[in-house]
């Protein structure tokens, strides 16, 4: 792996994804994405599909990656960012999707708890895993003074939904919010 250092980032590229597939073979993840597919089989709005989780990960990396490359961002903190652990934060980011819909509970928070097993269980490091799983729950709705992976997952979280093509838009819980994300950019 090739390391670049800009102003307190390291990014390591390079990375075969080898731990992520890990959890993405895995039967829970495998149940969980089928699950939240059947409930959300009737909904009109936008899905959590695997086509979602990736393309997730796809711009939140593209996203670190732009940043990088503008060297615009520095927190006087040194964090590692292998594509794996953006992947991994992208491809998670919903994984608690199904807890929300059985039990009403906030899928962000839910979600952080189920990916830190995922994440164990696949050999990331402790670190990694806070790294991740913040990011996670701020996915949903930002804190005051987010990650810089938190606040590029939610943006990438955004930013991923079609909502330049969406026939719906105006129905949309999210419509004020899609607006500022309906211009197609990644």
Known sequence: M????LQGIILLWGDRLERLNIILQSAIYKNIVAEITEYEKDREF???TMQHFVDTARICYILI????MKAAYSDGKRSIFTKEVIYAAGMLHDIGRLEQYQTG???AVKGAEIAGDMLSKAHFSPGEIELITTAIREHR???ENPTYLGERLYKADKLSRPCYGCSV??????????KEFQDLKY
């Not at 090739?2 to 250092?5: F, K, S, T």
């Not at 990656?65 to 990088?68: A, G, N, R, T």
């Open 141 to 143: 709705r930002l804190p």
């Open 105 to 107: 509970a906030d899928h």
């Open 2 to 5: 090739l390391p670049l250092n």
């Open 65 to 68: 990656l732009e940043d990088i």
């Open 169 to 178: 838009i105006d129905e949309c819980r999210k419509k004020d919010l899609a």
């Open 46 to 48: 936008c899905r959590h």
